[in-house]
């Protein structure tokens, strides 16, 4: 029973390692609009990518904090949330640098719930700050989301009503099944066109 995903952005990240037993996922929201971010893009990604699988993923936020400082960018930050799971087990962590945390289907109990924020701030702000992990098991039938904060803004409402509203068109696409529900997640943000929406979606079959 091996985790898949769907992703719908071009800011994710992924890698399996050699021997296939882990997973590592990134999914990156880089400050700016406009071709001079487009370019900065590029680079962080190229640096993003190396690093996966190079350093342990405890410390890949660390790792990308760091080469963010370095380049000394005018807009130079990022969010980011990143996601490492063991594929025998379905024991996964997870980090989260100014980016807000994923979203847990427990099939055990038909509910989702949010995973307790523990990450640290966005990339490229605060030397050497810290990206504490929290921990999980995605059992077979449960599911990770993923997504930026263009999924969940709509003007004049909390964030909070945003991700009950994400939740809500989750839980109505279980019966579908997940194949394809990352774009359909995204194409139901209220935000727009106006800000940048991508989602990740893991599941265990």
């Known amino acids: 029973s091996t985790p898949l995903y769907s992703s719908a952005a071009s800011d994710v990240y992924k890698r399996q390692s050699p021997d296939r037993e882990w997973l590592?996922?990134?999914?990156?929201?880089?400050?700016?609009?406009?071709?001079?971010?487009g370019t900065i893009g590029l680079?962080?990604?190229?640096?993003?990518?190396?690093?996966l699988g190079?350093?342990?993923?405890?410390?890949?936020?660390c790792a990308a904090n760091s080469y963010l400082l370095r380049q000394g960018w005018a807009e130079g930050f990022a969010?980011?949330?990143h996601v490492s799971v063991h594929l025998p087990s379905g024991r996964f962590t997870v980090g989260t640098a100014g980016h807000p945390g994923p979203v847990h289907f427990v099939a055990g109990s038909g509910r989702w719930k949010a995973?307790?924020?523990?990450g640290g701030p966005a990339l490229g702000v605060i030397p050497g700050a810290d990206y504490p992990r929290a921990a999980g098991v995605l059992a077979r039938g449960d599911a990770l989301v993923m997504y930026t904060d263009g999924v969940i803004e709509s003007p004049g409402h909390d964030l909070e009503l945003g991700v009950?509203?994400?939740?809500?068109?989750a839980e109505a696409m279980l019966q579908r099944g997940l194949q394809g529900g990352a774009k359909r997640l995204c194409a139901g943000a209220k935000a727009g066109d106006t800000d940048d929406r991508a989602v990740v979606l893991l599941w265990r079959d």
Do not use: Y
Not at 24 to 37: M, N, Y
Not at 54 to 61: A, G, I, S, T, Y
Not at 164 to 169: E, I, K, L, S
């Open 24 to 37: 590592e996922i990134a999914l990156v929201d880089l400050s700016g609009k406009g071709a001079g971010v």
């Open 43 to 51: 680079l962080f990604s190229g640096a993003l990518g190396g690093l």
């Open 54 to 61: 190079q350093v342990e993923p405890n410390r890949l936020l």
């Open 79 to 81: 969010t980011a949330v």
């Open 115 to 118: 995973l307790e924020p523990t």
């Open 164 to 169: 009950d509203r994400m939740v809500g068109a």
